[in-house]
């Protein structure tokens, strides 16, 4: 490709809306064009990462046995309905009607529509394992979307399903992604984890992401420093704390502390590590009549050491909060508790509660919570003298960097990274609830037992970026870089053998199957240097009359800080080496 063929847009400023780099530096590379809120034009230069990117994935997942597919954008509401995710999606779906009044979903993902390929098609046990993928726009109707491709509403996925006869074959389809995972970010040359994850929306109990390493990530990746455990903050877990607990030493005490509402607070008061206060949070959960009204109302405390802060996704695995939970409201903890947020607890109360404490919690012995009054707190609370135990123990917080490894081996350590894939094992979630079933060796018909797998395809070039860029711009892994390798003639219109030496190499690198582009603009070196570096191409080689005569052209990394010389007759065996490399 020569550059004055191509369409090369770069801009000196970002727009005022990129609040990330990812976003800035796309936009100002050209490679994207905001249409509307979080959707965007993939401008040649950005379609060239994004194409890399697909090519990779598609290659992987063929290697693995995945059968390709296009599935619709548009997708028919009964299906959803079927599955129940029509309901409960929530605004996040794009639901539309088409002239008839019939109702469509713009599809986020496509577990309905491919259960109702399979359980059309896959008829006999004979058939399975089947695993079929496609790489197609999504559509979700983020509330705030933002940080351009990270996280806008229209989006390339590539989404996987596998199809098994049984739990283990399941297990193996999902082992395989899981491998195939690996090999495809392998070959992205990004640095990134693979973490144990939350289903969340989608469902199942055996679940993966793969996160891109990046300070700027919106996910924290929770790994032993001692092992290969790594988790999102969701899932992550530290090791369980050894009882028994220790006798009581201090006597259960009414304290003062006026205005002292936050457990922080009250520690600093007191003198005392936050780690000995108990923070009191309060969620209700609804019985509904056979009407959809709410008949009862069951209030929830909830107790979690000062220091630690509640996780919700583990909250919502306790057994009564599973069925989902809200907070409660001022009202009902004035019902329940007498007092206004700030300085509730367990002891005094009004009404009965359901009581769940953290496993930290549970072992405690003196310890500081609120005294279910105004401008006072209790010191000394110990289990079993002062209060009942627990309705439930539960690991119900967030892990902290310093927590010992749940296997034991080495400390918990939290970094931060984006999200680039998921992988999921569902079970029979969806093929019970669409009565997607197969003739199993028996004769007799069973539910297929599914696996889901995606890639953020066009979300991860902006992962990428946020891993790879400096003062300058973005620096691309070779594997998908727009271009791999830039020429840079300086006066190419004004010097034949300028023009000469930029053209034969050029022509040198294509038919070794480079993917090249020559810059044949005729722009000052400054601003030509200026974009290919904003842009990110990761090999330079620059062509000068000067350097030509001495025999020399210059070759640069994107990464290096200053351009080497390189004989000319050996620049082309130089760049090929460094790209085999």
């Known amino acids: 490709m020569k550059a004055s063929q191509f369409l090369i847009s770069t801009l000196k400023e970002a727009p005022a809306d990129a609040e990330v780099l990812s976003h800035q530096l796309m936009t100002r590379a050209g490679m994207i064009k905001k249409l509307g809120a979080g959707i965007y034009t993939y401008m040649p230069m950005g379609l060239r990462v994004i194409r890399k990117v697909e090519a990779i994935v598609r290659e992987e997942m063929n290697r693995a046995g995945a059968i390709e597919c296009v599935m619709p954008v548009i997708q028919p509401g009964e299906l959803w309905r079927e599955s129940g995710r029509f309901q409960t999606m929530g605004p996040e779906l794009l639901r539309v009607k088409d002239r008839h009044q019939r109702d469509f979903v713009v599809q986020p993902t496509s577990e309905e529509a491919v259960t109702d390929i ?31 491709l990270m996280r806008g509403r229209e989006f390339i996925m590539k989404d996987a399903y596998s199809f098994d006869r049984d739990e283990a074959g399941a297990k193996q389809s999902y082992q395989k992604m899981a491998a195939a995972y690996r090999a495809i970010f392998d070959r992205f040359g990004l640095r990134y984890r693979a973490v144990a994850a939350d289903s969340g929306a989608i469902g199942g109990d055996l679940s993966e992401e793969f996160q891109v390493i990046a300070a700027t990530g919106e996910d924290a990746i929770v790994y032993s420093t001692g092992s290969d455990y790594a988790a999102n903050m969701e899932k992550a877990e530290s090791a369980a704390p050894q009882g028994p607990r220790r006798a009581p030493a201090q006597p259960l005490t009414k304290t003062p502390t006026p205005g002292k509402s936050t457990c922080a607070d009250v520690a600093e008061l007191l003198g005392i590590p936050l780690a ?58 004035m019902e329940h508790f007498g007092t206004k947020p700030g300085y509730l607890g367990p002891i005094g109360l009004k009404k009965p509660v359901k009581i769940v404490a953290d496993r930290e919690v549970a072992v405690m012995v003196d310890w500081v919570c609120g005294a279910n009054e105004e401008d006072f707190h209790i010191t000394g609370v110990n289990w079993g003298r002062d209060l009942p135990e627990p309705d439930a123990v539960a690991d119900i917080r967030n892990v902290v960097a310093g927590d010992a490894a749940p296997d034991g081996q080495g400390q918990l350590a939290i970094e931060r990274g984006i999200e680039i894939g998921h992988i999921f094992y569902l079970g029979t979630k969806y093929s019970r609830a669409m009565e997607a079933t197969f003739l199993d060796e028996d004769g007799k018909p069973k539910p297929f037992e599914m696996g889901c797998y995606g890639i953020g395809i066009t979300r991860l070039p902006a992962a990428a970026i946020e891993q790879n860029h400096d003062e300058r711009g973005i620096i691309w892994p070779d594997a998908i870089a727009p271009f791999t390798v830039v020429i840079c003639p300086v006066g190419m219109d004004r010097s034949e053998a300028v023009k000469t030496a930029a053209e034969g190499l050029y022509a040198e690198l294509r038919q070794a199957g480079v993917d090249v582009i020559l810059d044949d603009r005729g722009e000052r070196p400054g601003a030509m240097f200026a974009d290919w570096e904003l842009i990110g191409v990761p090999h330079r080689v620059t062509i000068g ?11 640069q990394h994107r990464r290096d800080t200053a351009a080497t010389k390189v004989p000319a007759s050996e620049i082309a065996a130089l760049v090929k080496g460094r790209l085999a490399a």
């Open 276 to 333: 000995s206060t108990v923070k009191s949070l309060v969620l209700a959960t609804e019985a509904l009549n056979g009407a959809g009204e709410v008949a009862k109302v069951q209030v929830w405390l909830l107790l979690v050491r000062g220091d630690h802060d509640m996780n919700e996704i583990k909250v919502g695995k306790v057994p009564g909060l599973d069925a989902g939970f809200r907070f409660a409201t001022v009202p009902e903890i």
């Open 545 to 555: 009359d000067k350097g030509l005569k001495d025999g020399q052209v210059e070759y």
């Open 118 to 148: 399979a359980r059309q098609d896959l008829r006999s046990y004979k058939q399975l394992p089947k695993n079929l993928y496609q790489i197609q726009t999504k559509f979700r109707d983020e509330r705030r979307p933002r940080f351009g």
